[in-house]
């Protein structure tokens, strides 16, 4: 893509963030409660994801070992509100016994990987797709990768920078491709993005005529 490309999305970082401020995302106070976040997060809302998260805290269970060990039916019931609860539990057992099995049982090994052998392994547990383990690589890892989602589609494809037809590789690689490679700009746009996609760029009636990304592109939103 042209110079002028890259610049679009530069200025789109630049305008939500004059617009917003600093997310100051992933919530969470260590790697492993960013791990089990991502997955807990799918198919649901951060405020259902803080009751599951407060709920393994009172029951001093968010560490690693903790995880690995409980039974998956009292993980289940630990992280009931997230919904989905029982599918989740498995994920999360999965997960944490793929770095058993191959980190020695260390998270930091996992994320002292490459992003590419890290990635691999993340993406061979059952229940983690791209979505998920790239979450878990940005803001767990600190590996310098953009998080693709539903809103970065709707928010790109809307304003055409991106194709609307675009899969989850080539969207990535589109926006990688222009922006410098940096893992701060990467955290703080993915955040950006959700905040607009959530106010403004609504899925059903988006209110365009007061998003701060007006005259980005000339496309009419209808």
């Known amino acids: 893509m042209i110079n002028g490309a ?17 997310q100051k995302w992933w919530p969470g106070d260590t790697s ?19 009751k599951a998260i407060v709920n393994l805290v009172e029951a001093d269970a968010l560490t690693f070992n903790a995880l690995l060990e409980v039974p998956v039916e009292q993980l289940a019931e630990y992280i009931r509100p997230s919904g989905y609860y029982n599918i989740k539990a498995r994920r999360l057992k999965n997960l944490f016994q793929m770095i ?7 998270p930091k090994f ?5 992003l590419e052998g890290a990635r691999q392994n993340l993406l061979r547990v059952k229940g983690v797709g791209p979505e ?24 790109f494809s809307r304003h055409e920078m991106v194709l609307e037809d675009s899969d989850y590789y080539s969207l990535q690689q589109e926006i990688m491709d222009n922006l410098p490679e940096d893992v701060a700009l990467f955290n703080e746009y993915h955040a950006l993005i959700v905040a607009v996609a959530k106010e403004y760029c609504k ?9 701060p990304l007006q005259g980005v592109s000339r496309r009419t939103c209808l």
């Not at 996992?110 to 490459?114: H, Q, T, V």
């Open 6 to 22: 890259q610049n679009s999305f530069l200025r789109v970082y630049d305008m939500l963030l004059s617009h917003y401020g600093s």
């Open 132 to 155: 998920t383990a790239d979450a878990i690589l940005l803001y767990a890892a600190g590996k310098p990768i953009f998080v693709i989602d539903t809103y970065t589609h709707r928010v």
């Open 203 to 211: 899925k059903g009636k988006p209110r365009c005529k007061e998003c």
């Open 100 to 106: 058993a099995d191959e980190y020695e049982g260390e």
């Open 32 to 50: 492993v409660e960013m791990m089990v976040g991502a997955i807990l997060t799918q198919n649901t809302n951060w405020g259902n994801v803080e």
């Open 110 to 114: 996992l994320f002292d990987d490459s």
